[in-house]
């Protein structure tokens, strides 16, 4: 990434395909910041990202979550190991020191300071209620009451024993603390039904002593055998996705100790498409509740098109690699391709002459501001073509996928004609680590970067963590805890299980109930994760498409992470065959397979049936491909419509279940 791009908010993901030039995702550096004067006194610690997001892995080899926003992870060897097992993605989280003007004075190392970390991870889904809607979104999808999972357990003290997986608090210090990971002191874990081990990852530092936060496993299980009944809530089980406070106590040269204004950590599950952006990230999400309640502010007029306008248009262009819906957009949408540079560069003209186009690109979008009668009808078959928080309710504008207020303000001004085109602007700096970030920028940089690979939305209940993050009292600004955004309110419960009665409603999510505190506020270890499907795997599965009243387009959940039809490595390898005719490679190349092929069973008798799709994803989730970019043909015959850059599925396993099928075992099941 060039250095004039990240501090317009530019993404490396910018470099797309065809030739389009390094273009902007959404903005890095909304304010101006400078960093504090030299010998400035520190007045605040705080630590970054302040929500940091780890990825389940069998492997024990792992990489680096993304740390630049625009600059995805790449792992050396790819996301898998040799043996097909998916690499761990570690949060590595740093403390900053501040000057009484909030100005950065510099990050704060093992160099100068002892910092002890404590960190306090959890999984309470088991001990949870039933995930049915979102239930904040009123009259438009009314939020459905939730029952306890496994209420058979009936005492609190009862449910704590059995149902809650509880790391307790680990704290470690120094510099290259545990570098194997292997010392028992700093593993994290828990147990379920009173007598099996669930491990939920470990902490080491690095050489600086920033914290590494390693996720576990991603195991399911039912220790009582328990059969797959629902995608989201299924009662005997647990899986190992955990969340909690992360802690720093800085003891400086001086011997003064000081607390730094803690993060949140969760491990959730692997992205399958990790160099694909969704069309809304989980930083957006965030964002635009930020800026609503004031915390941080609206960026100036006329808008940057690098900053707000074209990430929306540049994360479309590359959902036609995970969706069959996006790809063949142009049977169902009157729209250009929003990959191709020439159009970008029409789209990029804010005079009155290119007004006409801008309005007609603009009605493409769905309007999240109408709540008509007709809203349904009207907004159904626009971008993009996904399902929303609503599902439930036919004919609620929420069935289908909302934008952000503040991101659907910036296509509307872009419409209006107010923003400049600053396309084209570059610069030759590279930035490649959060070091070569200008420092004032670097913490919420770290912020930004964990946050916009996740999918922010739809949330029934979505792909990480769900619809809680766009509310005000889960912030620690709104308690009157931190006066920095992002930053979540920590709870004070004397346990982590949190009964507010038979049924979980809207009112009590939001007011409490049973003497508890409301779910949707001050957090507790394990609180993020409860929300989310039981076991996870299910989920995953059971979320690709759903099949509706027409053929097509097939509308789709979360393809960015878990994608829906994609390019396989074998017809890849074809279409770069020069010996093939040019009409073959193409046909290779404008095919597409669905990403979850098999998972629902293979042979003569496969049932392939949706519950043994689900059930068997609990097995199958680590042998699913991931989609990367690689380079396209280069030879001189190479059909002119396949591109420089394609992204292709690939570290597909094999789906047989029965035995350790070998290709030169032969096709046919045994």
């Known amino acids: 990434m060039a250095r004039r791009d990240f ?45 940091g997001i780890c990825r389940v892995g069998g492997s024990q080899q792992w990489f680096l979550a993304p740390e630049v926003p625009g600059l995805p992870s790449r792992p050396e060897g790819g996301f898998k190991d040799g043996e097909q097992l998916i690499k761990k993605q570690v949060q590595r989280f740093r403390v900053y020191a501040f000057d009484d003007q909030g100005r950065v004075i510099r990050e704060i190392t093992a160099a100068e300071a002892t910092i002890e970390w404590t960190v306090h991870v959890a999984n309470t889904k088991a001990a949870w209620y039933g995930f049915n809607n979102p239930l904040d979104n009123g009259d438009l999808a009314p939020g459905l009451p939730g029952q306890m999972r496994n209420q058979y357990f009936v005492s609190d003290k009862q449910r704590a024993e059995m149902l809650v997986i509880d790391g307790g608090q680990h704290s470690i210090t120094g510099a290259s603390t545990n570098p194997a990971g292997t010392d028992a002191a700093h593993a994290m874990g828990g147990v ?6 669930v491990g939920l990852g470990h902490l080491r530092t690095d050489s600086a002593g920033r914290l590494l936060v390693f996720p576990p496993d991603g195991v399911s299980n039912s220790p009582v055998g328990s059969g797959i009944t629902s995608f989201a809530d299924n009662d005997g089980w647990h899986d190992d996705w955990c969340d909690g406070p992360v802690k720093a106590t800085v003891t400086l040269a001086d011997g003064v100790k000081r607390e730094a204004a803690s993060a949140w950590v969760a491990s959730v599950g692997p992205n399958f498409a990790p160099e694909i952006p969704p069309v809304t990230t989980l930083y957006d999400v965030i964002e635009d509740l930020n800026v609503a309640e004031g915390w941080s502010p609206r960026p100036a007029t006329p808008l940057s098109f690098r900053k707000y306008i074209y990430p929306t248009f540049r994360r479309l262009a590359l959902m036609e690699w995970v969706a069959s819906s996006a790809n063949l957009q142009a049977g169902w949408l009157d729209i250009g391709d929003f990959s191709d540079p020439a159009y970008i560069a029409r789209l990029a003209d804010p005079s009155p002459a290119n007004r006409a186009l801008r309005a007609h690109v603009f009605s493409k979008f769905r309007n999240p501001n109408n709540h008509g009668d007709e809203a349904y009808k009207e907004e159904r078959l626009k971008l993009p073509y996904m399902l929303g928080d609503g599902i439930n309710y036919d004919g609620s504008p929420l069935q289908w996928f909302q934008f952000p207020a503040l991101q659907y303000s910036y296509l509307e001004q872009w419409a209006a004609g107010d923003f400049v085109n600053d396309l084209n602007d570059s610069a030759a700096d590279a930035i490649e680590a959060i070091e070569q970030v200008p420092l004032a920028d670097q913490p919420f940089a770290l912020t930004e970067a964990a946050l916009e690979p996740c999918s922010g939305g739809a949330f029934h209940p979505g792909v990480e963590l769900t619809y809680y993050l766009r509310l005000k009292p889960m912030y620690a600004r709104a308690n009157g805890q931190d006066p920095e955004p992002f930053r979540l309110a920590l709870g004070d419960r004397p346990s982590l299980i949190q009964n507010v009665g038979r049924l979980l409603t809207p009112e009590i999510a939001f007011a409490g109930g049973n ?7 001050p957090q507790m270890p394990g609180d993020l994760t409860r929300w989310m499907g039981l076991p996870w795997q299910c989920d995953a599965f059971s979320c690709q498409q759903v099949v509706m009243q027409e053929d097509f387009p097939t509308a789709v959940w979360w393809p960015a992470l878990l994608p829906i039809d994609v390019l396989p490595e074998k017809y890849y390898q074809e279409l770069l065959r020069a010996d093939l005719p040019a009409e073959q490679r193409l046909k ?20 392939a049936s949706y519950w043994d799709g689900i059930t068997n994803m609990i097995t199958l989730w680590q042998r699913m491909g991931f989609v990367v970019k690689r380079p396209g043909p280069t030879d001189k015959d190479k059909p002119a419509a396949i591109p420089s850059e394609l992204f292709v599925e690939v570290g597909r396993g094999n789906m047989e279940m029965r035995f350790n099928w070998k290709p030169t075992d032969g096709m046919l099941p045994k």
Do not use: C, M, Q
């Open 7 to 51: 501090l317009a908010g530019a993404s490396a993901l910018g470099l797309g395909l065809a030739g389009l030039p390094l273009l902007p995702k959404a903005a890095v550096a909304r304010v101006a910041r400078e960093a504090a004067p030299a010998g400035a006194a520190i007045a605040r610690l705080a630590i970054y990202p302040a929500i």
């Open 588 to 607: 290779f190349y404008e095919n597409r397979v669905a990403w979850s092929r098999g998972v629902a069973g293979i042979g003569y008798h496969a049932d």
């Open 515 to 521: 003497g508890a505190p409301p779910p949707i506020g």
């Open 192 to 197: 379920f039904y009173g007598t099996e081990p």
